[in-house]
Structure formats: C-alpha cells, structure tokens
C-alpha cells in the first residue's frame, strides 16, 4: 500500500467530471455512491443524472441495463475505485454484452473517501484497467496526467464501446455538493425526461 | 422425478413474459430454469444477460427500467442472499422487479450446503421488502407468474415467484 502517492496526483476530480460532462449531448449520465455522485452534481444537476447514495457495486450492472434498453443514447458511467472493486464481476458481464454505446470512468483517488479515506486496493496496486481490459472490454486505458486526459475526452462521449478509462484523480476532501435523495423522485425525474409524462402511468 | 424437458411449464412461464413485454432476462443459470433461458436466448425481442452474481440482476434490471425496458431476473434460491443490500435500490426508488427463484434445500434435498439458503428465501425476500409467491404445484405456475408480473410492473414493486423442489424434483447426483 501506498498512502501518500495519490495525495500528489495533477488530475482534479471535479475538473475531470465537468469537463468530460461539459458536452455531454444527450448523454445519459449514472453516478456511483458517495464523491462521484458529488462531482456529477458539482458538474450541474439534471433529470438525465442518475446519482446513486447507495447500491455499491451497482453502477456499472445498472449502466449497462440502460445501455441495453436505450441503444441510441450515450450511457456515461462515472463511478469510483471502491464502489468499481465491489463489482468487478460487472466488468466481465459487461464485455460478454459489448453495449457499443456504454462508457465506464472510475475516479481512482485510491480511497474510500466517504467512510475516512481508507486506502483502497488499488493503492495497494490493483490495476482497474487492467482488469476491464482481461475481463474482454475492448478499450480500455489509464490515464494520469492533464494530456492523456484532453485524448480522452473525445472518446468517452463519443467512440464506439464498451470503453472503460481509469483516471487518477487526486485524493482530496471537497465541499459536498449533494443531488436529490428519494430515489423514486430520482426515478421519476429521469424517466419522464428520457420516456415522457407517460413513462408515470 | 419427472424429467424436466418434457415438462410445459417453462413454456407458459415464457409465454407469461412475452404477455408482459419482458425485454432483458437477467441470470444465474439453474437447471429449473434451463428450458426457460434456451426459450428467451431465441427470442428476437429479449435480451438476455449472464450475470456474475445475482445482486448484478437487481441492479442491471434498475437501469433497463429507467431506460424503458421490463425485465425478469431468473436465479436458484442461493442467490437469493447475494441480492439484498442491492434490493435497497429498487424499494427506495420505488422500481419494477420480477424474480423467478427456483428452490433447492427445501424440500428433499440431498446436498445440506443448499439448506440454510433454501429455508431462508421467502422470510429474507420478505425482510428485504419482496412480495413473495410460492407455488408448489406445476399447474398453478402460469397464474402465479402473471400474478406476480402484475403487481411487480403495476406497483410498481419487487415480486419473486418461489417455485417449490417438489415441483422441479430434488436433484440427486445418482444417489
């Protein structure tokens, strides 16, 4: 384990997700639990953000189901390295499904940083995108520095997936900046967006 | 034991699917549901995905319905208690889900590791907020799984149809 190296890291989580979000289009938009939902929301709440404050492990499963159901939309899936550790089997079940239109990025401060930013496995190097990429994802990369970043940017919103980047993000304590809470509000909000007033009755 | 393949069962469950517009078919393989799964992996409208555990379903099937799709989720009873902290996802967003277990440990069952899982499903799916439907006879199957379906798309709310080893048979291994 390595406490003090993501504490020097360049990429900042909030600039990351605002950036990757500033031209989201008509990207559907899942947010893992704790500081990933935090950045989504910090980046301009929508009906079309799906921010989870719970559910760990499920980020991935639920994008990918999205993906399914909705094959013309982008399905962005911004997640961290905690919530991504508790299901990596989804990583496999993702690349057995290929959805072309999904992309998966974890925010890898290498901390779970709602509970007391306790170092997570990949401080101790366990290497996401190494395993998205064993697992069968056809793209996948690292990325660590503000150059790879701006590459990368292009083909989260728009190259053919599944895609899954793994971006080193610094570990740091931000404001909160929180999304709505009741889950069905959340639910009804992004369905009537997507589907229309019927998607209700 | 009859043997399962020729029985008609997994056809009206089908059947009940394509009535309710079921899309994604979300599993953990169980030979009680292995006619049922060859049924849907031929459709042309489902989608049907492997999972690596179940809880992956329960999440999977969330993301189908806020994108518009209906889904089932088909797993044997052991899965049951992978499921439940990703349950909290579908009862607090107040989502559609429709699960099909197929029992073992519950009756006649030779393997005692199957036991404490099979005993457990209806009072854990209950704890965990899921309407719970257990069916013991094959003729009572289809109308239970369209009841089931009904309240899980209508509620919407979690409904699992528990499909008793009396009707799958307890499987032996020879013994």
């Known amino acids: ?201 | 034991m009859t043997s399962l393949a020729s029985e008609t069962w997994p056809q009206d469950i089908y059947q009940v699917l394509v009535e309710n517009r079921v899309r994604q078919i979300a599993y953990i393989p169980d030979i009680g549901h292995a006619s049922l799964i060859k049924m849907c992996h031929k459709s042309d409208n489902m989608k049907t995905v492997v999972l690596t555990t179940e809880e992956e379903g329960v999440a999977l099937l969330a993301g189908a319905w806020l994108g518009g799709d209906r889904g089932v989720l088909l797993m044997q009873s052991s899965g049951v208690g992978n499921c439940i902290n990703m349950l909290s996802l579908t009862r607090v967003c107040r989502m559609p889900l429709l699960i099909l277990v197929t029992m073992r440990g519950e009756w006649g069952e030779f393997n005692p590791w199957q036991v404490p899982m099979g005993q457990n499903s209806n009072p854990v799916l209950t704890a965990a907020g899921v309407l719970t439907f257990m069916v013991n006879d094959k003729d009572r199957i289809k109308e239970t799984v369209k009841a089931a379906a009904k309240m899980a798309f209508e509620g919407p709310a979690a409904a699992a149809v528990l499909i008793s080893q009396r009707i799958l048979g307890a499987k032996t291994f020879g013994r």
């Open chain 1, 1 to 201: 384990m390595n406490p003090e190296r993501s504490k020097s890291y360049p990429l900042r989580r909030r600039e990351v997700v605002k950036e990757l979000l500033a031209q989201r289009s008509d990207a559907l938009v899942v947010a893992g639990l704790g500081a990933p939902a935090w950045d989504v929301t910090a980046a301009g709440d929508t009906p079309l953000n799906f921010p989870l404050w719970g559910a760990m492990g499920g980020a991935v499963p639920l994008g990918l189901g999205l993906a399914l159901a909705q094959p013309s939309r982008r399905v962005l899936v911004i997640t961290g390295d905690g919530e991504m550790l508790m299901g990596l089997g989804s990583l496999a079940t993702v690349a057995t499904q290929r959805p072309p239109n999904l992309a998966i990025v974890v925010l890898d401060n290498e901390r779970y940083g709602e509970t007391g930013m306790q170092l997570t496995h990949t401080a101790g190097g366990v290497d996401l995108g190494a395993i998205a990429a064993a697992s069968g994802i056809p793209i996948c990369n690292t990325v660590s520095d503000k150059k790879s970043f701006k590459s990368v940017i292009p083909q989260v919103q728009k190259e053919v997936g599944p895609l899954f980047f793994n971006i080193k993000v610094r570990a740091e304590d931000l404001p909160l900046v929180l999304p709505p809470k009741d889950g069905a509000y959340l639910k009804d909000r992004f369905r009537v967006a997507l589907l229309g007033i019927d998607a209700t009755i």
